[in-house]
């Protein structure tokens, strides 16, 4: 009976429901499937052993008789991308760093000032990060204040920022009372806009009162 387990029902191919080849590569190798006996095997021990791997969200593995294994994978997507200088960094939903693998939309980018490193970070401030841009992107804030292209700075002491080119940014700090601090943000721009006043820094951590600097 064991000679007949060892001969039929050894796996002898695997398939991941997932367009990733390397990934799949990757992961065949890490857990030396092939060859393994279908009717012992541990697919809960399996699992958990994929899941370690910082790209898998989730994991569903099935034994197709004979001596098949079928693995379902999802892939966590990059949800956000920081850049340090010529240094990239993919973030996902979690917060977490992972390799880029694949997206189905454009990533926000987070630049990071020369006094914030990526170890300044955690998986905490980049959910924040991943927020804050998805906010200001659904309130449409560039179609309102008529501009086309800006950058997000991060600066581990001031927060993050909106800088629209060079010389001049909008600080906006954390992202508490967003919301209102955009509306905020409106009312003076439009004012600063009209009267052509000249500014390096719009300041709005404070909540209560505008800066301007």
Known sequence: ???FADKYLSVSTITFNHSTGVLADELKKSIKLEGSTLFFMNTDKIEKQLLNNPEVESVKIMKKWPNQLII???????????????????????GKQINYYESNSIIPLLHLSQETNFSDLNPKINIDFINSINFINEYDLN???????????YNKNTGIS????????IILGNSDQLEFKLNNLQKVFSTIMLEKIDFK??????NSKIVLR
Not at 143 to 153: A, D, E, F, H, L
């Open 143 to 153: 179609k309102k204040m008529k501009m086309n292209n800006w950058n997000y700075v």
């Open 1 to 3: 009976s064991i000679r």
């Open 72 to 94: 379902d994978l999802k892939i966590y997507k990059a949800a956000l991308q920081i850049k340090k200088e010529n240094e990239k960094y993919f973030i996902n939903n979690d």
């Open 162 to 169: 909106v800088h629209i080119n060079e010389r001049q940014r």
């Open 201 to 206: 820094e719009i300041d709005l951590r404070y």
